[in-house]
């Protein structure tokens, strides 16, 4: 079965820093490209970032550049997210998505939820 | 500023015909593909179509996509209660190189 599971959410303080972690299975990891894309409780879908298949194209929305950092481990099939300097309109539910066809975004996660917060 | 623009709202009955709207500009729906994403509350997001107008395996042919310049629509014609969700169109920005997401509409069943 293909199955994209997010993991490493939780409650962190303004200024803070989590890293989320996607374990990918059921199909060849390396050859997609993958993205975060986040929605805050309530709100709309929100891009976040992106990477390709070998790590050599690399984009974030303005909002997150500078703070946070797109990865993966190709051999691990697992795909993650930095983020530094945490605000609290970071606050929102993480997906990890699989880019089946330039931004056809075909497979999601249930999603990790980030909640910035004193 | 690089927005895709759709109504809050929609609404039908059975049987009818839908239509949700997505505007955009010259740096994303132009000249990019655009893709429609269906969502119900409480669970991730479904992909509906791609490259305009293509539906992945398994989506009715209820539903149909299409693009004009720097706009596109999806319709969904015949329409069912399950069909009632949020719908949300994305399209590639070339000035933000980024993926940029409509702001979603709600379909009500009535």
């Known amino acids: 079965e293909v199955q994209l599971v997010e993991s490493g959410g939780g409650l962190v303080k303004p200024g803070g820093s989590l890293r989320l972690s996607c374990a990918a299975s059921g199909f060849t990891f390396g050859t997609y490209s993958m993205h975060w894309v986040r929605q805050a409780p309530g709100k709309g879908l929100e891009w976040v970032s992106s990477i390709s298949s070998s790590s050599i194209s690399i984009y974030y929305t303005d909002s997150v550049k500078g703070r946070f950092t797109i990865s993966r481990d190709n051999a691990e099939s697992s795909l993650f997210l930095q983020m530094n300097s945490l605000r609290a309109e970071d606050t929102a539910l993480y997906f990890c998505?699989?880019?089946?066809?330039?931004?056809?975004?075909?497979?999601w996660g249930h999603g990790t939820m980030v909640t910035v917060s004193s | 500023q690089s927005v895709l623009t759709q109504p809050p709202s929609a609404s039908g009955t059975p049987g009818q015909r839908v239509t949700i709207s997505c505007s955009g500009s010259?740096?994303?729906?132009?000249?990019?593909?655009v893709y429609w994403y269906q969502q119900f509350p409480g669970t991730a997001p479904k992909l509906l179509i791609y490259?305009?107008?293509q539906r992945p395996s398994g989506v009715p042919d209820r539903f149909s996509g299409s693009k004009s310049g720097t706009s596109a629509s999806l319709a969904i014609s015949g329409l069912r209660s399950e069909d009632g969700a949020d719908y949300y169109c994305?399209?590639?920005?070339?000035?933000?190189?980024?993926?940029?997401f409509g702001g979603g509409t709600k379909v009500t069943v009535l």
């Open positions: 994305a399209s590639w920005d070339d000035s933000l190189s980024g993926v940029l």
């Open positions: 998505v699989r880019d089946y066809d330039g931004n056809a975004f075909d497979i």
């Open positions: 010259s740096s994303n729906i132009a000249t990019n593909y």
């Open positions: 490259r305009n107008y």
